[in-house]
């Protein structure tokens, strides 16, 4: 009997100076899907993914921005889920974090490969040409990953004073496990890095990221829908769990309204990926959960995610440490040690 394995995809900032050459290591054999975003690209006038891939030195720059970063991500994560050994697992559901939406329609059959690209494309260009403010990240993790009441409250705090002000916005992006991510405008932004507490990491200024997923980017969403089609947007083949923790069963939703969510509030409304996760947990029992590469750091998050809602009786970093000791629950393919229980031999 096959395994059942939840997907998740990643989001922007996951193509570091460590993933450079990722498709050439892992995906050689990949030519024909790399060569179609390839293609896609060159008609943009826009550096390949090959190129960016095999560039000789990894380059803020040049790796980092949208336009470039989106579906350099895209093509290495479709490549890993293309590359996921079916004999072994059936895919039960898919979910991503922020920018993984786009990933996780193109894996669940809402879109195909090519508009898939075609929208990850865009929205990375629109983000870097049009895209306001930026966002800040800053944990609420305790030493046994759950969330630390004392810096919830400091988040509540913050709303709260930013609530009573008209000289700077800030709004809660994303929730990524015990994890939040701020999206401001520029004094918001200035305000944000002063008034969080600090440690040694924490608080955060993502590079080259606007403010998504909130009402900053409200002018985004005309210009992402006449950019793309509806006609792009099927009803799928797996099931799609979404930043609100909706699940979007394969046939049994209008194309109109995934497309409606998709470039609507999913680009200026909170994501809430932590409810994603405990809810594809929860509703498909997978014996094994997958993150698609590139990159390794939505391990933590996904993890303090299932030790907030208990899932499987994890209560703590400890626990989730011993559980991966015997074949990893959490199966990271950025990570070759663990690459190899999600692929074939």
């Given at each position: ?18 993933e ?49 970063a ?39 059959g ?58 700077l ?63 792009d ?71 303090q ?36 229980y999600?692929?074939?031999?």
């Open positions: 009997m096959k395994e059942k394995l939840l997907v998740i995809c990643p989001g922007r900032g996951t193509y570091n100076a460590t450079l050459g990722y498709l050439k290591r892992h995906h050689a054999t990949q030519g024909e899907l790399v060569a179609r975003i390839d293609a896609l690209r060159s008609a943009e006038g826009q550096p390949s993914i090959s190129e960016l891939d095999s560039a000789e030195k990894y380059s803020p720059s040049l790796h980092m921005p949208g336009d470039n989106s579906l350099l991500i895209y093509a290495c994560a479709l490549s890993d889920f293309a590359a996921i050994d079916r004999e072994r697992y059936e895919i039960v559901a898919v979910t991503g974090n922020s920018m993984g939406w786009y990933l996780a329609l193109a894996c669940a809402v879109v195909d490969l090519d508009a898939g690209a075609r929208l990850v494309n865009t929205m990375g260009r629109l983000m870097h040409e049009k895209g306001q403010g930026g966002q800040v990240v800053w944990s609420l993790a305790d030493g046994d990953w759950r969330i630390e009441p004392a810096k919830a409250a400091v988040v509540d705090a913050v709303l709260a004073e930013v609530a009573a002000r008209d000289d916005a800030v709004h809660v992006s994303i929730r990524l496990g015990a994890m939040v991510v701020f999206a401001a405008d520029d004094a918001g932004m200035k305000w944000l890095m002063e008034r969080l507490p600090k440690d040694d990491r924490f608080p955060m200024k993502l590079n080259y990221h606007a403010a998504f997923h909130s009402p900053l980017l409200d002018h985004i969403v005309p210009l992402a829908k006449a950019s793309n089609p509806l006609g947007f099927g009803t799928g083949t797996i099931p799609a769990i979404d930043g609100t923790g909706r699940v979007w069963s394969p046939k049994a939703f209008d194309p109109a309204a995934i497309y409606d969510y998709t470039l609507g509030a999913q680009i200026n409304r909170s994501y809430d990926f932590t409810r994603a996760v405990q809810v594809a947990a929860y509703e498909f029992c997978p014996d094994r959960i997958a993150i698609l590469g590139p990159g390794t750091t939505l391990g933590a998050p996904v993890a995610a299932l030790i907030a809602c208990g899932w499987r009786g994890l209560s703590s970093k400890n626990d989730f440490q011993l559980r991966q000791k015997d074949g990893p629950l959490l199966i990271s393919m950025g990570m070759p040690e663990q690459r190899a999600a692929v074939s031999a």
